[in-house]
Nanobody, 129 residues
Framework: QVQLVESGGGLVQPGGSLRLSCAAS????????IGWFRQAPGKEREGVSC????????YYADSVKGRFTISRDNAKNTVYLQMNSLKPEDTAVYYC??????????????????????WGQGTQVTVSS
């Protein structure tokens, strides 16, 4: 059974850090670009970051650039999102998703949502004092 499971969310104070994990089962992430998305209450889902499969190139939304770091461990079939200097506006449900491509697309852009095929169930991140 193909599955993506996010974990690592929680409540953190402004300025704090969290590391989200996205673990895949039933398939290998080796041939997929992975994206992180988030959706805040009353807002549309937005792309946060992505990482390519072939060369590990990365792309970040302007809102998180310099604060978030995406990485992947193909041996563990897991992708991570390290989030530092968190702000209240980072509060959202965070989702990971896979896009079946080995082209290093994340070198130049965030893939749009319609290019992703598998999605996780999401993990809540709340930044509040």
């Amino acid at each position: 059974q193909v599955q993506l499971v996010e974990s690592g969310g929680g409540l953190v104070q402004p300025g704090g850090s969290l590391r989200l994990s996205c673990a895949a089962s039933g398939f290998t992430l080796d041939y997929y670009a992975i994206g992180w998305f988030r959706q805040a209450p009353g807002k549309e889902r937005e792309g946060v970051s992505c990482i390519s499969s072939s060369d590990g190139s990365t792309y970040y939304a302007d809102s998180v650039k310099g604060r978030f770091t995406i990485s992947r461990d193909n041996a563990k079939n897991t992708v991570y999102l390290q989030m530092n200097s968190l702000k209240p506006e980072d509060t959202a449900v965070y989702y990971c998703a896979t896009a079946p491509t080995v082209i290093p697309v994340c070198l130049v852009r965030l893939l749009p949502m319609y290019e992703y095929d598998y999605w996780g169930q999401g993990t809540q991140v709340t930044v509040s004092s």
